[in-house]
């Protein structure tokens, strides 16, 4: 079994940052890309950014040059660097990893979630 607990949610205006965590643990043998989606009220969950263990990147048009996505392999953990917050970014945050286990099986994991609220 693997766990990704997010942390890191919270109010903020408008302009200000927050940075989201989410750490991976149990039988994990390796991950190779994780990465981070959204969802806001009413809306489909959608894709905010991804990185692959080489730390190779991938953000989503809305986010490029506001959000820096990074990682700790040792860790097994990402970190999502949000900067220059707008009101559309009021969603809850899920951290996502395709997991290589121990067992010598390949499980697809999603966080619980971590809200972000932007206040205009």
């Known amino acids: 079994q693997v766990q990704l607990v997010e942390s890191g949610g919270g109010l903020v205006q408008a302009g200000g940052s927050l940075r989201l965590s989410c750490a991976a643990s149990g039988s994990i043998f390796s991950i190779n890309v994780m990465g981070w989606y959204r969802q806001a009220p009413g809306k489909q969950r959608e894709l905010v950014a991804t990185?692959?263990?080489?730390?190779?990147?991938n953000y989503a048009y809305s986010v490029k040059g506001r959000f820096t996505i990074s990682r700790d392999n040792a860790k097994n953990t990402v970190y999502l660097q949000m900067d220059s917050l707008k009101s559309e970014g009021t969603a809850v945050y899920y951290c996502?990893?395709?997991?290589?286990?121990?067992?010598?099986?390949?499980?697809?994991?999603w966080g619980q979630g971590t809200q972000v609220t932007v206040s205009s």
């Open positions: 990185i692959t263990s080489g730390g190779g990147t």
């Open positions: 996502n990893a395709p997991v290589y286990t121990r067992r010598g099986t390949f499980e697809h994991y």
